[in-house]
């Protein structure tokens, strides 16, 4: 299995600049879940996917923030109007239902706002 | 009640030593409490994980102690190795859904 696929790997955009991260889960997982990653709040939940449907969105910072899953093997966060304060490093990760929680993380997306 | 904490935030450990880690909790609906291993221009990837049912858990040189009474739980790494350095995350999942709440993460470095 090729595991989780994360694109692009590296973006650097200008402020006000529209961002789009993609992300394909591991075949046959249910639940697809975006972090961001920053030095000053660590490992953040943004939002998560059961069955392509957002479950919990709570963790999303703003309204320039969006996300969406089309289809079981594709899922997009998009940006914008992008922000200095939105470069990080942005995680998908995917797992199976069922008693086993483990989550797969992909390579993350380094995103630079300048 | 949705936070874990984790300390220390770095940690520098002499090849052969033992490396801890320790991780605190509020909220007792936490039910699944794993650890996980990220290295630099990676994802993190899950090591080993505890349920509050055992007090112990241990995976070769990695183990988890657990002490429900105290919300306390805590990543052993024994006979550290340079290969080892990397950060580690504890998380705990509630019981009701299905998102991991993660704490800050320790930076761990084995000195050759």
């Known amino acids: 299995d090729a595991g989780v696929i994360q694109s692009p790997r590296h973006e650097v955009t200008e402020m006000g600049q529209e961002v789009t991260l993609r992300c394909k889960p591991i075949?046959?997982?249910?639940?697809l879940f975006w972090y961001r990653q920053t030095m000053m709040r660590g490992l953040e939940l943004l939002i998560y996917?059961?069955?392509?449907?957002?479950?919990?969105d709570s963790g999303m910072p703003e309204d320039r923030f969006s996300a969406k899953m089309p289809n079981a093997s594709f899922s997009t966060l998009k940006i914008q109007p992008s922000e200095p304060r939105d470069s990080a490093v942005y995680f998908c990760?995917?797992?199976?239902?069922?008693?086993?929680?483990?989550?797969?993380f992909g390579p993350g997306t380094r995103l630079t706002v300048t | 009640q949705q936070q874990v904490k984790q300390s220390p935030q770095s940690l520098i450990v002499q090849k052969g030593g033992i490396s801890i880690i320790n991780c605190a909790y509020e909220?007792?609906?936490?039910?699944?409490f794993p650890w996980y291993q990220q290295f630099p221009g990676k994802g993190p990837a899950l090591l080993i994980a505890?349920?509050?049912?055992?007090s112990e858990k241990k995976e070769g040189r990695f183990t988890i102690s657990f002490n429900k009474s105290a919300k306390q739980f805590s990543l052993h790494i024994m006979d550290s190795q340079p290969g080892d350095s990397a950060t580690y995350f504890c998380?705990?999942?509630?019981?009701?859904?299905?998102?991991?709440?993660f704490g800050s993460g320790t930076q761990l470095t084995v000195l050759p």
């Open positions: 990760a995917s797992s199976l239902s069922g008693g086993k929680y483990e989550q797969y």
């Open positions: 075949s046959g997982h249910d639940y």
């Open positions: 996917f059961n069955n392509n449907v957002p479950i919990d």
């Open positions: 909220n007792t609906a936490f039910d699944y």
């Open positions: 505890i349920r509050p049912d055992v």
């Open positions: 998380a705990a999942r509630p019981g009701s859904a299905r998102q991991l709440t």
